[in-house]
């Protein structure tokens, strides 16, 4: 028996669904039923009731679910007493990909200096993927874009900090001497998309010009061939001003940042958790560092 199991089975329960459970946690359906499956035949008992209308626990299910809200507490407990007398862990967190060149490792640098042993898991995830890793329990903290749809009593939202898109240009560019830039400018250019950025809805940018998305030409997983390429060609992306202010293309002088100048693209960016679990002492105290970064980083 795995906690893994134990945690597909209470997400198939919370979903009344093992194909929506799979998706909202990001794993094939066929593998998050075989781990039910297994648990199933281990303990030797039912634990669902399946139906065309999605899934039911029995009354044993029901019973077993309760005590693996009974194991989930214990393993926070298990992992704040080691934290006690060793001081060293691991903080589980999702977040929107800007967070990582500033903050994150200032707020680690914060919780060494306090002799705090912490190593971060870091998955970096855009806003709606971070959003239902933690709502599943695979992150324990998240960070992402605020957005209304964070409406679930499962989440609990912190306010972290707002930032504002500016528009990243490079030398081959003919705004490269502007001031700033309009948003219809911005948009009629040659623009490189980061990840499913405008495919949907993913919060932030995606959000803010869902009706009027730029002109895409390329699009990438990788932050810094973004920037080399629009180093180095006439491409934009839209970046964020406070969180990249010490990126090293901006430094070096092979980038620009513009303003736009007729369009409020200010951001709010937060912390979730989930109320479903306590955190542990070693989250709450990356908490507070998180907030002293932020407060170190944009004051």
């Given amino acids: 028996m795995k906690l893994e199991q134990l945690l597909y089975f209470s997400e198939a329960v919370k979903y009344?669904?093992?194909?929506?459970?799979?998706?909202?946690?990001?794993?094939?359906?066929?593998?998050?039923s075989a781990a039910i499956n297994k648990l199933e035949r281990e303990l030797g008992v039912t634990l669902l009731?399946?139906?065309?209308?999605?899934?039911?626990?029995?009354?044993?299910?029901?019973?077993i679910l309760n005590n693996i809200y009974d194991i989930f507490t214990s393993v926070d407990a298990i992992r704040d007493t080691a934290f006690h007398y060793n001081h060293q862990g691991v903080v589980s967190i999702t977040t929107i990909p800007c967070m990582c060149d500033r903050v994150l490792p200032i707020a680690l640098k914060k919780m060494n200096e306090q002799q705090k042993a912490v190593t971060l898991a870091i998955t970096c995830a855009e806003s709606q993927a971070v959003y239902h890793q933690v709502l599943s329990g695979l992150a324990a903290l998240g960070i992402l874009f605020h957005s209304d749809k964070i409406a679930s009593p499962e989440i609990r939202y912190t306010h972290l900090f707002e930032d504002e898109y500016v528009l990243y240009v490079g030398p081959a560019s003919p705004y490269w001497n502007a001031s700033s830039i309009t948003i219809k400018e911005a948009l009629a250019q040659p623009y490189i998309a980061y990840?499913?950025?405008?495919?949907?809805?993913?919060?932030g940018l995606s959000a803010l010009l869902r009706d009027t998305p730029p002109n895409i030409a390329l699009r990438t997983d990788e932050m810094e061939s973004i920037k080399k390429i629009i180093s180095q060609d006439n491409y934009v992306a839209f970046f964020h001003r406070l969180m990249t202010k010490d990126d090293l293309y901006l430094q070096c002088g092979l980038i620009r940042s513009l303003p736009i100048s007729d369009f409020d693209t200010s951001t709010r960016i937060g912390l979730i958790e989930s109320t479903k679990y306590k955190p542990t002492a070693i989250d709450r105290l990356f908490i507070e560092a998180l907030k002293s970064a932020v407060a170190d980083s944009f004051k």
Avoid: M
Avoid at 16 to 32: H, L, V
Avoid at 51 to 60: A, D, I
Avoid at 195 to 203: A, I
């Fill in 16 to 32: 009344n669904s093992i194909s929506i459970a799979a998706e909202k946690n990001f794993i094939s359906q066929p593998t998050f």
């Fill in 49 to 63: 009731r399946r139906n065309s209308r999605g899934v039911k626990p029995t009354e044993v299910g029901e019973a």
């Fill in 195 to 203: 990840r499913e950025e405008f495919l949907k809805d993913t919060g």
